[in-house]
């Protein structure tokens, strides 16, 4: 059999990155090269009926609406809606107006035959849909709306309790703060392997970063360091793709390999740490620049991996390469599942009371506040 060619398409009415299918045709307009070919197959899904908006039958997969530019929200719904742990605490609780959106908007997904929208959502988060947002920034804002009233049950599903490690490098006299990260952000590395190395390498702060030691009774160069302490169901990782250059925010589209099997050490001492293991199951997108762009999600459905833009979904091209990555210079927020059966009722939470979120720059403010 005759090799499949790819077909070069260009800006398509799902804006899947920079493609458009007008009239049966099918163009090229400028589109970026990692979205420049796709197969026959997926021509032929793509062409069908726009009011149907479901495409992945198999899978049953459905699309959302996209009210304005609610992309970013579309890509976290689609991949929440496949967070069992999630949607195990929505179905058992209707207590909150977003809970009960969420339930409706699951409900739907899980049943309708046609792509669905999301006013009711939009409406209790109280988002401006004609405004673009941070997909990060949108899934902190909705677990922090859910624990309003809900002792943290929801963040806890993805939150790592993450111990920051000062050692005063004059008497080696250490103390610890304590945080949680419902998401980890991580720099951008040719490998995630690398990028994690980076977050839990030692950085000495010094000149005008040291540390109060209480010990020494002054400020002193400082090793810091972080370590897992507890590590969730669900683990979110945020790769840092937007940094301020002087006075210049830049989007790095560097490429990244990220595994499909991701082994994390956490504990303690380094005597006494031990493994964790995680599936990936999720990857939001980003496509675009610092001040514009879109998103969509691909989601491991079942086995197979499906893309979800907006009110469309379709197969996904997507598969690791020899050694169990998957290269990509568009994912901006992953979600891994941790490998074994969880209880639903326990959702991985730590039994200790939880702490709030921050940087490391935080963290080293706040101990120089506590001391002086």
């Not at 195990?88 to 409706?104: D, M, Y």
């Not at 899934?139 to 939150?159: A, C, G, H, M, V």
């Not at 840092?240 to 925010?249: P, T």
């Amino acid at each position: 059999m005759a090799k499949e060619k790819p077909l070069l398409l260009s800006q398509h009415c799902c804006f899947r990155g920079n493609l458009k299918i007008c009239k049966g045709e099918i163009r090229s307009q400028g589109a970026p090269k990692e979205h420049d070919f796709i197969c026959q197959a997926h021509v032929a899904q793509l062409e069908r009926p726009r009011e149907a908006g479901h495409i992945c039958a198999a899978d049953n997969c459905y699309g959302l609406e996209n009210q304005g530019f609610t992309c970013y929200l579309n890509a976290l719904l689609q991949t929440l809606f496949r967070t069992p742990e999630f949607t195990n605490l929505i179905n058992s609780s209707r207590e909150h107006a977003l809970e009960r959106a969420l339930h409706r908007l699951f409900r739907k997904l899980s049943s309708d035959n046609s792509s669905v929208g999301t006013e009711d959502v939009t409406r209790a988060l109280q988002i401006d849909v004609m405004k673009q947002q941070d997909i990060a920034d949108c899934f902190r804002l909705l677990l922090n709306e859910l624990d309003i009233k809900k002792s943290s049950k929801y963040n806890k599903i993805f939150q790592s309790r993450v111990v920051n490690i000062l050692e005063c490098e004059d008497c080696h006299n250490t103390d610890e703060l304590v945080q949680d990260f419902s998401v980890i952000t991580l720099p951008v590395k040719p490998h995630l392997a690398e990028s994690l190395d980076e977050f839990c390498k030692p950085t000495t702060l010094e000149g005008q970063n040291e540390v109060y030691c209480n010990k020494c009774c002054k400020k002193t160069a400082t090793e810091m360091t972080y370590t897992f302490k507890w590590l969730p169901s669900v683990l979110v990782i945020q790769l840092k793709r937007f940094m301020q250059y002087r006075y210049v925010f830049e989007k790095d589209s560097s490429t990244i390999d990220i595994p499909l099997q991701l082994e994390i050490p956490y504990g303690n001492s380094k005597d006494k740490r031990t493994n964790e293991n995680y599936s990936l199951y999720a990857l939001c997108n980003h496509f675009g620049g610092v001040n514009s762009g879109h998103y969509n999600a691909v989601i491991k459905c079942s086995e197979h991996w499906n893309e979800f833009n907006d009110k469309y979904c379709y197969p996904s091209c997507i598969q690791g390469n020899k050694s169990g990555c998957i290269s990509s210079k568009n994912a901006y927020l992953l979600f891994y599942q941790k490998d074994g059966k969880v209880d639903a009722n326990e959702c991985g939470q730590p039994p200790e009371k939880m702490h709030n979120e921050g940087t490391g720059d935080e963290c080293k403010q706040l101990k120089e506040k506590v001391h002086l």
